[in-house]
């Protein structure tokens, strides 16, 4: 029980890196590796607003992700330039990467943060006979509700019927007057400002490190895999499941623990190559 | 009887490895292990080009099948004390290539993008690995530490002793036979049919050629040959790390290619020495802020050299030939 919740918050916040990382793949063919940069760069930006500031924490959420939707818009114009090139795309994600690392440790030191402090969710709850920290309880709130609203917006509005139909068929979608180009543009930044606020609210119990840059990249990258791109309910089941099976593993296995998860994108490779929930690449 | 006249590219990479066996005559020692090093690390992104380029496969796990070769010579030498530099690459050799073999049969279920993603995620595997587990560690630390370099049979009576000029010059001779070697396949019929199948795969298929076939052997040559390279790379640096192995490398590897010009032949060679150089003086000019130049070289060759320096020879020499053509 004690595993399973640990699991779950941790599942919570690779979904919101990975639902802005799938989301792109899906819709534009972006391959972003530089996400994981701005994921640390909210945890960054939380502890800063949150622990050295002394800010509350929502205020962190919004700051941070104000932050790195700024990012984002700064990104998604680079990306822009170069086009749907895979090889500039791959470049550019690394250069972006060893930049936004190296200024974060200009500017926050070397050495890692531990995870927030925040008075307000200290302590535990007593479930059974497990007792789950109230922090890891806000993550998953947080995750669900995140998870819910953009369920709502892809699956339930004209916006969310855009972004589809241009996974689908781009060229229709731009045929019949639609500018695609300020669609993706606004994904981007969105799915930035969902990383950041995964950054803040991973640094609850994670810390921010400039490691992470890369790190929560590759789990996130894993779950995209698993999950298939551009599907919020296949995105949001392979999260839970991935951070589910980490934290087990992990428990478990200490010498393999990585592995483990590692074993499961192969056999989703080998068994079903576009992931659960089916969309081709392109 | 028709004497063939070599192709100027042949004189040039003639006279260059000529250059660099000579070099030491005017180098010092730190500046001859850098040049050993970039020999190795453009042999490495050689190796890459053979997937990435030919095949048109972008693989983000090619400095972990490197890493296999070099895990597979430190082990050998720390662990069970082999020190045969032929034994140990024929087994680096052997053994990265069969490592690529299992990760070419994964990868390849994926299409595109996905293919990007699981070389990412299946090379950052042998990566944590090599953090995790204890039969790839030396005691107390998280790497391979210690590794000599290799005895090589009868050639050591020809050698009073390895220093930095007799070590670069045999790297030398390593890399140029593996580079010939690599030029050859990649002028053979296979490599034809390789560039066949990157640039149309339907219509290779239609032709009787089995795609897949001909990406998952470039796969395994690529990372047969990679494996070479980290074997050289272990025996140099007497060390391998599980952060040599990891996706940083990797995608220095595939920064290594492009700048150079992926698909040409010596284009990777050049870049991989040219990339080893700046990060070695970046490193000089200043140890902490030396990524920020390397950022930089990442995002000025993504935006600007599309065809990399080889690409930029060929345009210029297309246009002299032109200019040269109309007058």
């Known amino acids: 029980m004690q595993i399973v919740a640990n699991g779950v918050s941790i599942g919570a916040v690779l979904f919101l890196m990975a639902a802005g990382l799938s989301l792109l793949i899906g819709s534009m063919g972006v391959l972003n590796l530089a996400h994981g940069a701005v994921y640390m760069a909210g945890a960054y930006l939380g502890w800063t607003i949150c622990v050295d500031n002394g800010l509350p924490l929502p205020v962190a959420v919004i700051g941070a992700g104000v932050g790195t939707a700024l990012i984002g818009v700064l990104f998604e114009r680079l990306f822009h330039l170069i086009g749907g090139q895979a090889d500039q795309q791959i470049l550019l994600s690394f250069g972006l990467v060893e930049v936004l690392v190296n200024l974060s440790q200009w500017i926050w030191g070397a050495v890692a943060k531990s995870p927030f402090q925040v008075s307000w969710l200290a302590g535990s709850v007593k479930v059974g006979s497990a007792s789950i920290p109230v922090a890891r309880l806000a993550i998953a709130v947080v995750g669900f509700l995140v998870a819910a609203l953009l369920w709502f917006v892809q699956d339930r509005t004209r916006v969310g019927a855009i972004v589809r139909a241009g996974m689908d068929d781009p060229s229709m979608v731009r045929a019949l007057g639609i500018n695609l180009d300020l669609v993706v543009a606004g994904v981007f930044v969105l799915g930035s400002a969902v990383a950041g606020i995964a950054g803040v609210m991973g640094g609850l119990v994670l810390g921010a490190s400039s490691a992470q840059a890369i790190d929560v990249l590759l789990l996130a990258l894993i779950v995209v895999v698993v999950g298939g791109v551009g599907s919020v309910v296949g995105t949001f089941s392979a999260a839970i499941l991935i951070g589910v099976l980490d934290a087990y593993s992990r428990s478990w296995l200490p010498e393999m623990s990585s592995v483990v998860l590692y074993a499961l994108m192969a056999l989703v490779l080998v068994v079903r190559p576009t992931g659960l929930s089916g969309r081709a690449a392109r | ?327």
């Open chain 2, 1 to 327: 009887m028709k004497l063939a006249v070599p192709r100027p590219s042949t004189i040039a990479f003639a006279v260059a490895v000529l250059a660099v066996a000579l070099s030491p005559a005017v180098l010092d020692m730190p500046q001859q292990s850098l040049l050993t090093r970039a020999l190795i690390f453009g042999l490495m992104a050689a190796s890459l080009d053979i997937a990435y380029g030919h095949g048109g496969l972008a693989s983000l796990g090619h400095s972990a099948l490197a890493g296999v070769g070099g895990y597979s010579v430190g082990i050998m030498m720390v662990k069970h004390e082999i020190d045969s530099f032929f034994l140990g690459i024929l087994v680096a050799v052997v053994v990265s290539a069969l490592v690529s073999l299992i990760f070419g049969l994964l990868a390849l279920r994926a299409k595109g993008i996905y293919f990007i993603l699981a070389t990412f995620t299946l090379g950052q595997m042998l990566s944590n690995l090599a953090l995790q587990w204890k039969a790839l560690k030396s005691p107390g630390v998280e790497a391979i530490v210690g590794i000599g370099w290799p005895s090589f049979g009868f050639i050591d009576n020809w050698v009073d002793y390895w220093d930095s000029t007799t070590i670069l010059r045999a790297v030398l001779v390593v890399v140029v036979i593996a580079f010939l070697c690599i030029r050859r396949i990649l002028g053979s019929p296979f490599g034809q049919s390789l560039r066949g199948v990157r640039d149309n795969a339907e219509r290779m298929e239609a032709l009787g050629y089995h795609a897949w076939a001909y990406r998952l052997a470039s796969i395994v040559i690529s990372g047969a040959f990679a494996g070479l390279a980290g074997a050289l790379f272990a025996y140099h640096s007497g060390i391998i790390t599980p952060s040599n192995i990891g996706i940083a490398a990797s995608g220095v590897l595939v920064l290594m290619v492009i700048l150079g010009g992926s698909g040409s032949i010596y284009g990777p060679l050049i870049g991989g020495m040219v990339v080893t150089a700046a990060q070695f003086y970046a490193g000089e000019w200043s140890e902490a802020r030396a990524p920020l130049v390397i950022g930089a070289i990442y995002i000025v060759t993504a935006l600007a050299l599309r065809g990399g320096v080889a690409g930029a020879v060929a345009t210029q020499h297309r246009r002299w030939r032109q200019a040269r053509g109309s007058a």
